[in-house]
């Protein structure tokens, strides 16, 4: 089955305009609103091949079923966005992440309950392989070339962040290995 799902969203803050230097956790320290209830923390993991870990969602699932998208999840309460994306990795992936995780855009998402989220997405390198993987949530974890990305059946916007994010300077840095 095909979704036909309208994103609606003002704007995509890039990783300029959202970092301001250091850490997320840095940047949130002493910020009560760290996040609300329900936002959720995203994470692009980018293999030595400049692949993208995506994750292929269940076919019972609610919302989106059948389709590709990104490692992540809820923020729970108390959590960071950094702290929620580090958890969700090891959740769903199996793999403890060494390297920085850096903030590559707040992007607002509409539920289908009409309800205003926020998602913070963040990117880094890897040196996991696929072998390295532990399913723990989905029907698949892959490794996707990003020539490959637009063939798949996405969640709606898992398109619209992998493009920004494929024509961003922080993908072509790693695309370089500036960052690895």
Same mark, same amino acid.
């Given at each position: 089955?095909?979704?036909?799902?309208?994103? $609606? #969203?003002?704007?995509?803050? *890039?990783? *300029?305009?959202?970092?301001?230097?250091?850490?997320?956790?840095?940047? =949130?320290?002493? $910020?009560?609103?760290?996040?609300?209830?329900?936002?959720?923390?995203?994470?692009?993991?980018? *293999?030595?091949?400049?692949?993208?870990? &995506?994750?292929?969602?269940?076919?019972?699932?609610?919302?989106?079923? $059948?389709?590709?998208?990104?490692?992540?999840?809820?923020?729970?309460?108390?959590?960071?966005?950094?702290?929620?994306? #580090?958890?969700?990795?090891?959740?769903?992936?199996? &793999?403890?992440?060494?390297?920085? =995780?850096?903030?590559?855009?707040?992007?607002?998402?509409?539920?289908?309950?009409?309800?205003?989220? =926020?998602?913070?997405?963040?990117?880094?390198?890897?040196?996991?392989?696929?072998?390295?993987?532990?399913?723990?949530?989905?029907?698949?974890?892959?490794?996707?070339? /990003?020539?490959?990305?637009?063939?798949?059946?996405? #969640?709606?916007?898992?398109?619209?962040?992998?493009? /920004?994010?494929?024509?961003?300077?922080?993908?072509? *840095?790693?695309?370089?290995?500036?960052?690895?």
């Amino acid at each position: 089955m095909m979704w036909s799902y309208q994103i $609606n #969203h003002t704007a995509i803050t *890039d990783a *300029d305009e959202c970092s301001k230097g250091g850490t997320m956790d840095e940047q =949130l320290a002493g $910020n009560e609103a760290m996040a609300r209830p329900h936002d959720s923390a995203l994470v692009l993991l980018v *293999d030595a091949q400049r692949r993208i870990l &995506l994750q292929h969602r269940d076919a019972h699932t609610a919302r989106f079923p $059948n389709t590709w998208g990104f490692v992540g999840g809820s923020i729970e309460d108390g959590e960071t966005p950094e702290q929620a994306a #580090h958890r969700e990795i090891w959740e769903e992936t199996g &793999l403890m992440i060494t390297a920085e =995780l850096t903030l590559f855009m707040r992007f607002p998402w509409t539920s289908i309950e009409d309800q205003r989220l =926020l998602w913070y997405v963040f990117y880094a390198p890897t040196e996991a392989s696929e072998e390295d993987l532990v399913l723990g949530e989905g029907q698949a974890l892959r490794f996707v070339p /990003a020539e490959d990305i637009p063939q798949l059946n996405q #969640h709606p916007a898992a398109t619209t962040i992998l493009t /920004a994010f494929l024509a961003s300077p922080a993908y072509a *840095d790693l695309r370089t290995g500036e960052t690895m």
